[in-house]
């Protein structure tokens, strides 16, 4: 089966660990960006959900990813985004076509 990590803040990680995604803490987008290389690194691991307010530093960087591995990144609001009350479960059940 297919593995799904969380890459970003301790609100964002936390809430994805409650619904049994485990996830990595990162302060810095550049923490974030190693953290994200090693996961698609991993064959098992096949998407990497990382918090937007980490990834607009890194976005070249996460272009380059995505065109040279089969792990899926997608980019999700951070919690207490503009985008209030986001329901991560069902933008999971999108992204998975679920």
Not at 45 to 67: P, Q, Y
Not at 87 to 95: H, Q, T
């Amino acid at each position: 089966t297919m593995k799904i990590f969380t890459v970003g803040s301790k609100s964002f990680v936390t809430s994805f660990q409650l619904a049994g995604i485990p996830g990595i803490i990162t302060e810095t987008p550049d923490e974030a960006l190693v953290e994200i290389t090693k996961l698609t690194d991993d064959s098992d691991v096949g998407l990497v959900l990382v918090s937007d307010d980490i990834t607009s530093s890194i976005n070249d960087e996460l272009t380059a990813l995505r065109a040279e591995k089969s792990t899926l990144v997608f980019a999700l609001p951070a919690a207490g985004s503009e985008k209030t009350e986001v329901d991560y479960r069902l933008m999971l059940k999108k992204i998975l076509g679920v």
